[in-house]
């Protein structure tokens, strides 16, 4: 019997390719929403996933476009939001708050809270059309094929990952970029079929009790929700670091109950293979997420999974996430615990 949770990860492509043709009938709607950007700085704000979502999504903004923006979790906007939109502030800030389900309290809240105080517009980014969070915002960047039955959010993620990739060629008019993000449904079903049961096998090895995920740039938001995965659906002990943060003390926890899982760039390459060597010679086990597994990836990881996309480290992103979902997966499969009711957890968090 497979779980929603199985099944929405695997529909990951289909649903990339549901957002791709949505942009392209409604691109003018677009373009005319994202027009209003101009040199704001953009600010993107979640809770939980959609805040990791949140994280990603700044750095490749500003690495797309060469503009400002930043990520914050919705409650520092609540709490200390002269630290999140200092008044000093020039030129603006453009708010997207994203949240699958669009009822997150903090961020219902945030949306309120910002309006008030900057009175500029704000975007929402969510699967559903009728949630709180988008009757606030002026402008909605929906995604609604990517809604989830599951607590733990997977295709939602990467989907509104996709959705602001879109936006991002557009705004910057980087053809060659949205050229790239095109191929990758075709790229996901590949890597899926090809890789779905050996991560299966790298659980069931069933030696690991600690996971460590390093990522750098971009990646650190992905790493971060490979982080939270793992977690939620199989209680285990998981810990996400910048790559080379992880020598200034974490790798003092290095042992052969531990897989590290590296998602390596291109652009970071030469160093975080660098580090891969590191933490085998202390003794853990190494899984390498990489565009192309040379001789140097392969004689240190003891488990590889190789992309092959021909597409760029910012094009690429959403390939390095259903092989890290599934993990968390099969790891609380392997435990006997049920992925579509993680513990403690529920879909929504709505506060008093
Ligand atoms: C955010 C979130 C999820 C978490 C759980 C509770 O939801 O924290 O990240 O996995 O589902 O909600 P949303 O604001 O994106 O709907």
């Known amino acids: 019997m497979h779980h929603a949770t199985f099944e929405e990860i695997l529909s990951q492509p289909t649903t990339w390719d549901k957002v791709l043709e949505q942009v392209s009938r409604e691109r003018s709607t677009f373009q005319k929403y994202l027009e209003e950007l101009t040199d704001q700085e953009v600010i993107f704000i979640g809770c939980g996933t959609s805040y990791y979502l949140s994280l990603s999504a700044a750095s490749l903004y500003t690495r797309i476009t060469g503009k400002r923006a930043r990520a914050s979790s919705a409650s520092e906007v609540l709490f200390y ?16 708050f994203i949240s699958r389900s669009g009822e997150t309290t903090e961020v219902v809240r945030a949306a309120k809270e910002v309006q008030t105080r900057l009175g500029g517009n704000t975007y929402g980014v969510s699967c559903r059309p009728n949630s709180s969070l988008i ?5 909605p960047l929906l995604v609604p094929d990517a809604d989830e039955k599951s ?3 997977t295709r939602s993620f990467t989907s509104m990952l996709l959705l602001i990739q879109l936006m991002t060629a557009i ?12 191929k990758l449904p075709d790229l996901g079903i590949a890597m899926i079929d090809k890789y779905r049961d050996s991560v299966k096998d790298i ?24 982080m939270l995965k793992i977690k ?24 052969e109950d531990m897989l590290i899982t590296f998602f390596i760039s291109e652009h970071v390459r030469e160093e975080e293979v660098a580090l891969l ?67 403690n957890l529920v879909q929504v968090v709505t506060l008093r």
């Open 171 to 182: 705004t910057s008019s980087n053809a060659k970029f949205e050229s790239e993000l095109s």
């Open 232 to 255: 939620e659906m199989s209680l285990s002990s998981s810990e996400v670091y910048y790559s080379l943060e992880f020598r200034h003390g974490p790798m003092a926890t290095v042992d």
């Open 151 to 153: 607590v733990v959010m």
């Open 81 to 96: 939001p002269e630290t999140v939109f200092p008044a000093s502030g020039t030129g603006g800030y453009a708010p997207v």
């Open 277 to 343: 060597r590191e933490m085998k010679k202390l003794g853990a086990s190494t899984l390498a997420l990489c565009e192309a597994a040379d001789a140097s990836i392969r004689k240190v990881s003891d488990h590889v999974i190789e992309l092959a996309s021909d597409i760029s480290d910012d094009a690429r992103m959403v390939l390095y996430m259903p092989v890290v979902q599934l993990l968390g997966y099969y790891n609380a499969v392997a435990k006997g615990l049920d992925p579509d009711h993680p513990n």
């Open 135 to 139: 009757h606030i915002c002026d402008y």
């Open 203 to 226: 659980i069931n090895d069933g030696r690991y009790s600690k996971f460590i995920y390093l990522a750098q740039g971009p990646y650190y938001g992905l790493a971060s929700e490979a």
